[in-house]
């Protein structure tokens, strides 16, 4: 049985393909367009996935869709006649999508892949709910959904048993936790459905200084129910998410390409704080619903790894299991496991252990495209090229390194990913400035060997996909000092050999040449564009950046044999 789901048409559209309720390949649409978080139907992460199983579209079963576009155009068309006339014009700029794709999407769908079987559709927070529980290893679980907004909900909380989800308790449109953090992401001069995670990286700079005048902004309760002051916020009816009230409040917002200020910096460490705190209270409630050991999440705002790490630290739940592909391109996975173990009440045959979902390339591929660019490389077996990419991180320098299937959501994990040595203390802002492109506030992650994970956390806990910021041992942060946060904190990734494969190999390597189990792995791309998905993809962003080698598979690449050359030819 073949089962594809689709999320699109909001942002990080993706598909996902089962095979017989087990994943066969997953990817974001953004991967092949090259449009970061690209929303459009994903007809090219379709074509990959069906290319993957060696299957045309009328093998498949069932195609799948993450939400219910009625009753989304239903709260669309509410919210707009509540907030006429201040909302006319976002009402006729959205209409003619509506009308032409978003509330036809069975034959939108059938005419895209010239398919002609049955279409199901999963409301939105239960495709959410049914990615991190039906991914998840626990037969029982509290499961937490919170995001910008699907249909209505915009937070839920879930009990999943077996095959089934229940929803216990939900709160909706306007009032949402994304939309909060979005409406300050934007007042902070930051992209909305973008920057939010700059949002967290830059509250580790500063201190809750507005966390009590943040309190006008949204009412929450003991149990996490919470309701926006609405008087702050325009989103229900203008494309801008903050309204004026809020700039009374809080003054002049940054300009987009302003100086980042210590109230800025503030202003970041209160949202967050506030965040957390609301977070934790509807964990802590839906412990109490549901008397669990085991906790899921997914949506959106769980890609706050921050607070992901303050509800391991908080010890409510014994496990927790955080979607890694947590925003809408995760919900096309849900979308598929909801309706190949609820709906058709199939038995659970899943487990994500990994993210390795997306495409591949052979050796032969890989050869014949760097041949035709007339690129230098030496090819060397898989011992050599852990062994010199190691040596090449000993001493400082920065290696791009392409192996295997890409990783699904976003976080790199060892397959499209840059490389460099955490212990140098000039390393972190030597990536941000010349190889990333980007902010000087932003942090880099560490990968570290699972069985040194308690040399610098008190945990012993495998994280393999780097969803879960916590503190690092106090005597430990300068030997990883490039990938520990001007807080005290790391994001870490755990790798182990059956999973990582040549990734935790080269970490061994590194280890057994520096004394230091874990080096800095950031993904493999530049600001404002995705993770890298081809050896093409990988080849041009290696020639535009200081990076001084470039991995890809068993080809080693350096940048002082090519870098005229190839910017000459390009």
């Not at 003054?251 to 100086?259: A, F, I, M, V």
């Amino acid at each position: 049985m073949y089962i594809l789901g689709i999320s699109c048409y909001f942002h990080d559209s993706a598909a996902c393909l089962l095979k017989d309720g087990i994943v066969v390949a997953a990817a974001e649409e953004e991967r092949f367009t090259r449009i970061k978080h690209d929303n459009n139907f994903p007809i090219n992460a379709i074509n990959y996935c069906l290319k993957e199983a060696r299957i045309n579209p009328n093998k498949l079963n069932y195609v799948v869709f993450y939400e219910k576009p009625f009753q989304k155009f239903e709260r669309i068309l509410q919210t707009c006649v509540e907030t006429f006339p201040y909302s006319f014009k976002m009402f006729k700029e959205a209409l003619p999508q509506w009308i032409a794709e978003k509330l036809r999407m069975p034959g939108v769908i059938r005419k895209k892949l010239d398919y002609k079987g049955e279409v199901l559709f999963v409301p939105h927070h239960k495709s959410h709910a049914a990615s991190a529980f039906f991914a998840s290893p626990f037969e029982k679980a509290a499961i937490v959904t919170i995001d910008a907004v699907g249909e209505w909900t915009s937070t839920a909380i879930h009990y999943g048993e077996g095959n089934e989800i229940k929803t216990l308790k939900v709160i909706n449109f306007p009032h949402s936790l994304g939309l909060f953090y979005s409406a300050i992401t934007s007042y902070l001069g930051l992209k909305v459905l973008n920057d939010e995670y700059k949002v967290m990286g830059l509250a580790g700079w500063g201190k809750p200084v507005y966390y009590k005048k943040f309190k006008k902004l949204v009412d929450f309760k003991e149990d996490g129910s919470f309701k926006l002051n609405m008087k702050y916020f325009s989103y229900t009816h203008t494309e801008k998410m903050f309204s004026d009230e809020l700039v009374k409040e809080f003054g002049k917002p940054r300009e987009p390409d302003g100086k980042i200020e210590r109230k800025h910096m503030n202003f970041a460490a209160s949202l967050q704080k506030i965040t957390e705190d609301i977070i934790l209270r509807i964990v802590k409630h839906a412990y109490e619903l549901t008397n669990s050991e085991n906790l899921c999440m997914a949506g959106g705002v769980a890609l706050n790894s921050v607070a992901n790490g303050k509800i391991l630290m908080s010890k409510i739940f014994k496990n927790v299991f955080f979607q890694p592909a947590a925003t809408d391109a995760g919900s096309a996975l849900g979308a598929a496991l909801y309706a190949y173990n609820s709906i058709l009440g199939m038995k659970r045959r899943y487990v994500m252990k990994n993210v390795f979902l997306g495409p591949k390339f052979s050796n032969r591929e890989i050869k014949e495209f760097l041949e035709s660019k007339n690129v230098k490389f030496t090819k060397l077996s898989k011992k050599e090229i852990v062994k010199a990419t190691a040596e090449a991180l000993a001493k400082n320098k920065i290696i791009g390194w392409f192996q295997d299937r890409m990783e699904f959501g976003p976080r790199a994990l060892g397959h499209r990913s840059i490389l460099a040595n955490a212990s140098n203390p000039r390393m972190k802002k030597i990536l941000n400035e010349k190889v990333k492109h980007r902010e000087w506030f932003r942090p880099f992650a560490p990968s570290l060997l699972f069985d040194e994970v308690e040399r610098y956390f008190n945990f012993n806990l495998d994280m393999p996909f780097m969803i879960i910021t916590l503190p690092v041992k106090k005597e430990k942060r300068r030997e990883i000092i490039s990938a520990t946060h001007v807080d005290g904190t790391a994001r870490p990734q755990t790798t182990i050999q059956k999973r990582e494969n040549i990734y935790h190999e080269l970490i061994e390597e590194f280890y057994s040449l520096t004394g230091i189990p874990a080096i800095i792995n950031t993904s493999f791309n530049l600001k404002g564009e995705p993770i890298v998905c081809s050896p093409e993809d990988a080849l041009n962003d290696f020639m535009k950046t200081k990076m001084d080698y470039l991995v890809v598979e068993n080809f080693l690449i350096s940048k002082g044999e090519n870098h005229k050359f190839y910017t000459q030819k390009r």
